[in-house]
């Protein structure tokens, strides 16, 4: 099935093409989060022109995506194992866009949750073959900063929404904003197509679904992972992220109109540089600091990111408190830092305990849980709380946001508690090894 290869010239191109891919990576996954995130700013006048709740927002934000991003992760990464990633991923794009610009299309609530289901079908099959590819074109060594570097995309794709959605929303509409984000991405899917190689070799579509004997199930995976409590640990401090940190991006725009009355073109170039600035630093500093310290100590980095979401949360509830909105944004900064600090150190140890033959089915598991309860429930629990808080009051809504945001940020402080159960286990691990 595959082409055979002399295996140090094979390591040598793999090294010469390496940082290529991960550039060509960070832009698809940055896509990923500007064509994601883009409806954050957009849902305060998406809200008025439809009249919504908080609740449908949250459904339309959170769950419309969630629900088949999470569920197709399986199949696709159990397909990318096995197939041509770079395929899976350029076909990705291609269809997260064409569903973007249809969002822009929509006309009503349920027209617009079905689009967002379609972002989310496109947006599955990115993530796990992504990981995947970095696992095989980076060394172990290197792998944490590569990851951290691929995870520096996410607030950087997310800048653009803000920064860029909140331009046109108040300069055009907000049916222009997606047609604009979701135009992009099939350039990029073309040339990731045409210019990024698959390192395993040639493998037909036909092939890739014939059985294998060496090519675990999606039960068999759960199977070999479940006996590694490390990864479950992992596992929920992951779910736990998802929901604190997409439960607030959801409402970045309601949140600081309704409670400040900033303009939107103001309030994107704010939030786009906060979210960029922090989250990119999160990102880099994360890698390279689980590069360093790992190296020494496996696992110890977590402590360290167990640490930052324990401060996540008084700085959360320092900003939906204070009355200046420039201080606002930068004491949200802090979670904002936190939910991208932990990609690096998280995802090199995800991709250190699964075997060979489950790494893309390890980020997959991973999403499946993390995305459905956390990306599709985060958002609905703010908007529920803010819902209630208001009572359906248009003067108590601005209330009602900075409570759900307040109230969610409290689940950091389980988070930490799970990053610093995942590094005691390694270190048990590797004491006994």
């Not at 930068?330 to 600090?341: E, K």
Request: hydrophobic share 50%; proline share 4%; net charge neutral.
């Amino acid at each position: 099935m595959s082409t055979p290869t002399n295996p140090e010239s094979s390591q040598a191109e793999l090294a010469r093409n390496a940082n290529y891919v991960l550039a060509v990576l960070f832009v698809v996954i940055m896509l990923n989060f500007l064509d994601r995130q883009i409806i954050s700013i957009l849902a305060e006048p998406i809200k008025q022109e439809m009249g919504l709740s908080d609740k449908q927002i949250g459904l339309m934000t959170g769950l419309s995506f969630a629900l088949f991003y999470t569920t197709l992760a399986i199949p696709v990464a159990a397909l990318a194992d096995r197939w041509n990633r770079t395929k899976i991923i350029a076909i990705a794009v291609s269809i997260w866009s064409v569903m973007t610009m249809l969002c822009g299309a929509a006309g009503n609530f349920i027209q617009l949750f079905l689009a967002r289901v379609g972002v989310g079908i496109g947006e599955s099959a990115s993530g796990p073959a992504s990981h995947s590819l970095i696992a095989d074109y980076f060394p172990p060594e290197r792998r944490a900063g590569a990851m951290g570097v691929y995870g520096a995309a996410v607030p950087f794709g997310a800048f653009i929404a803000l920064a860029g959605g909140g331009w046109i929303v108040e300069n055009f509409d907000w049916r222009v904003a997606f047609f604009v984000a979701g135009i992009p991405g099939l350039l990029v899917g073309l040339i990731v197509w045409l210019t990024v190689k698959e390192p395993r070799g040639a493998v037909s579509l036909r092939e890739a679904f014939e059985p294998q004997p060496d090519q675990l199930t999606f039960i068999a995976a759960l199977k070999e992972l479940w006996t590694q409590p490390t990864y479950w640990h992992l596992v929920a401090a992951g779910v736990l992220i998802q929901f604190v940190s997409y439960g607030i991006a959801a409402f970045y725009g309601s949140l600081y109109i309704r409670v400040f009355g900033i303009g939107y073109g103001e309030l994107g170039l704010k939030l786009g540089l906060m979210v960029a600035i922090a989250g990119m630093l999160g990102a880099w500093l994360g890698g390279k600091i689980s590069d360093r310290i790992d190296r020494r100590s496996p696992g110890a980095s977590l402590l360290i990111v167990a640490s930052v979401f324990l401060i996540a949360t008084p700085s959360t509830f320092a900003a939906v408190s204070v009355g200046n909105v420039n201080l606002s944004i930068t004491l949200l900064g802090v979670t904002t830092f936190a939910a991208t600090f932990y990609y690096g150190p998280n995802f090199s140890l995800l991709q250190a305990l699964a075997s060979d033959r489950t790494r893309a089915m390890a980020v997959a598991i991973y999403l499946l849980f993390a995305g459905l309860i956390g990306l599709g429930l985060g958002p609905v629990f703010v908007g529920t709380i803010s819902d209630y808080v208001s009572g359906g009051d248009r003067a108590l809504e601005a209330e009602g946001i900075r409570a759900g945001v307040a109230t969610i940020s409290v689940f950091n402080i389980w988070t930490a508690f799970h990053f610093w159960r995942a590094q005691r286990r390694v270190k048990a691990d590797a004491a006994d090894s």
